[in-house]
C-alpha cells in the first residue's frame, strides 16, 4: 500500500467530511476505554501501584487500537484490497483533525464579530481547558491563537507523520496517545501519577512533528502575509520557555509573526496556572489575529498535502 497516497487521500477526506456521526469514530472509543480504566484502575491514593497502571493504560491501548487494525487491514489486503485501500484511507483521516480545528477557530472568530463576549467564550471553552467565563477579547483571542498553533501539531503534523510511516495503525496509536494526554495526563491530585505515563508519551511522539510544525509555519508565513523574521527570531528566544517540550514551538513562532504577546496566566478549575510570555508587547489581540492564524494552519495543511501527495505519486 502507498502510505504517501493514502495519507494525503485521507486529509481530503477529511476536508471535506470532517468527523460524521457514523460510523463510531475511533477517538470516541478511545475515550470510553479511558473512562473505563480511570474509573476501575487509578487510585490516587496508591501513588506507585497507580503509575503503573497507568503505564499498562497506555500499552494497552497501543495494542488495541494499532493491532486491531493492523491485522485487520492486513486481511482485507490479502482478500479485497480496494476495500483496505478504502479502510485505511478512513481509518487515517479520522486521527486528522484539519476542519474540525479551522471550523472551531472560525466559530470564535464568527461569535466575536457577531454574537458577543459571552459567545466567544463558550467557543472558545469547547476547544481549550482553560476557565473561559471571564476572559476578555483579547483572552478569548489568546486562547484561540494558542490552541490553533499547538493543535496544528496534535490535529494534522503529528498524524500525517506517523500515517506516513506506519499507515493507519501509527496514525491511530499516535491519536491514542494523544487523547490519554488530552483526558488523564494532567497535574492534577488524581491524575498526577497515574497520568505520567501519556503525558511523557505525547511528548515523546510530539518532539519531532513539533519541530516539522514550527519549520513549516515559517515556509508559509509569508503566503498568510506574516512577518517570517519576527517568527523565527521568536521561535528562537521563546519557544524552549514553555512547560511543554512541544507547544512552545508553534505558539512562539505565531506570536512573532502576528507581533503580539502570547502565554501569561492561565486558570484552571478555578486555581491560577502562570505561562511564560512568548514574543514582545505589540498589537492588541483582536479577532483578526484568529483569522491570520486560520490562514496560517490553512497554508500549512495545504502545503503538507501537496508535498505528501507529490510524493506518493512519484513514478
Known amino acids: 500500500m502507498n502510505l504517501m497516497l493514502a495519507t494525503a487521500l485521507a486529509l481530503v477526506v477529511d476536508r471535506l467530511v470532517g468527523d460524521p456521526l457514523f460510523p463510531p469514530h475511533p477517538v470516541v472509543v478511545m ?24 503505564i499498562a493504560l497506555v500499552a494497552t491501548g497501543a495494542v488495541l487500537f494499532g493491532g486491531i487494525p493492523l491485522v485487520g487491514l492486513f486481511w482485507l489486503a490479502r482478500t479485497a484490497p480496494v476495500l483496505a485501500w478504502a479502510a485505511a484511507v478512513w481509518l487515517i483521516s479520522t486521527t486528522i483533525a484539519w476542519k474540525s480545528l479551522v471550523d472551531a477557530g472560525r466559530l470564535v472568530e ?49 498524524p500525517v507523520l506517523y500515517a506516513c510511516l506506519a499507515g493507519a495503525p501509527g496514525a491511530l496509536v499516535y491519536r491514542w496517545v494523544n487523547t490519554l494526554d488530552a483526558m488523564v495526563g494532567h497535574m492534577t491530585p488524581r491524575h498526577r501519577t497515574f497520568g505520567w505515563a501519556s503525558a511523557r508519551s505525547d511528548d515523546v511522539l510530539n518532539f519531532i512533528p513539533a519541530r516539522l510544525a514550527a519549520a513549516l509555519m515559517l515556509l508559509v508565513l509569508p503566503l498568510a502575509r506574516l512577518d517570517r523574521s519576527a517568527g523565527a527570531r521568536t521561535l528562537v528566544r521563546d519557544g524552549r520557555r514553555h512547560p ?38 505589540g498589537d492588541p489581540l483582536t479577532r483578526r489575529h484568529i483569522a491570520r492564524t486560520l490562514a496560517v494552519v490553512n497554508w500549512c495543511t495545504a502545503s503538507l498535502l501537496g508535498l505528501v501527495a507529490a510524493v506518493g505519486l512519484r513514478p
Open 31 to 54: 475515550g470510553r476505554y479511558i473512562t473505563w480504566w480511570d474509573r476501575q484502575f487509578n487510585h490516587p491514593d496508591r501513588p506507585g501501584p497507580n503509575r503503573w497502571s497507568g
Open 110 to 158: 464568527d461569535a466575536l464579530a457577531h454574537r458577543g463576549l459571552a459567545a466567544a467564550r463558550d467557543a472558545v471553552g469547547r476547544i481549550v481547558g482553560r476557565d473561559t467565563g471571564q476572559l476578555d477579547e483579547a483572552g478569548v483571542v489568546r486562547a484561540t491563537v494558542e490552541t490553533l498553533a499547538e493543535n496544528l501539531v496534535d490535529a494534522v503534523v503529528a
Open 244 to 281: 511543554s517540550p512541544n507547544s512552545g514551538l508553534p505558539e512562539a513562532v505565531m506570536a512573532g509573526a502576528l507581533h503580539v504577546q502570547l502565554g501569561g496566566t492561565n486558570t484552571y478549575g478555578g486555581v491560577p496556572s502562570p505561562r511564560p510570555l512568548l514574543g514582545d508587547p
